[in-house]
Nanobody, 122 residues
Framework: QVQVVESGGGLVQAGGSLRLSCAAS????????MGWFRRAPGKEREFVAA????????YYADSVKGRFTISGDNAKNTVYLHMNTLKPEDTAVYYC???????????????WGQGTQVTVSS
């Protein structure tokens, strides 16, 4: 069992930056791939970024590549999503999740946080 809790969302102007944090507890953090997903109003949940337990591999959606960076601190059992050059279309509820697989598919993730709202104003 893994518990994940997101934090760091908020309101920011277009072009600004935010850092989301995901604190995980329970089973060994490094055993899981940690992913970030988001759901905008009226849209499907979509993959944003993921990092393997070893931290050796990262994956990004094309829409955020070059603007967002995912990183992990195994000592703190925490994963971060650094979001730069934010756009209004990045507005969504962002969720952190853990999976025993390396996947971009939300269905592969077993443990989810409650989500944190990110709103980007134009």
């Amino acid at each position: 069992q893994v518990q994940v809790v997101e934090s760091g969302g908020g309101l920011v102007q277009a072009g600004g930056s935010l850092r989301l944090s995901c604190a995980a507890s329970g089973r060994t953090f490094s055993m899981y791939t940690m992913g970030w997903f988001r759901r905008a109003p009226g849209k499907e949940r979509e993959f944003v970024a993921a990092i393997t337990g070893s931290g050796g591999s990262t994956y990004y959606a094309d829409s955020v590549k070059g603007r967002f960076t995912i990183s992990g601190d195994n000592a703190k059992n925490t994963v971060y999503l650094h979001m730069n050059t934010l756009k209004p279309e990045d507005t969504a509820v962002y969720y952190c999740a853990a999976s025993s697989l390396v996947s971009r598919n939300w269905a592969s993730y077993d443990y989810w946080g409650q989500g944190t709202q990110v709103t980007v104003s134009s």
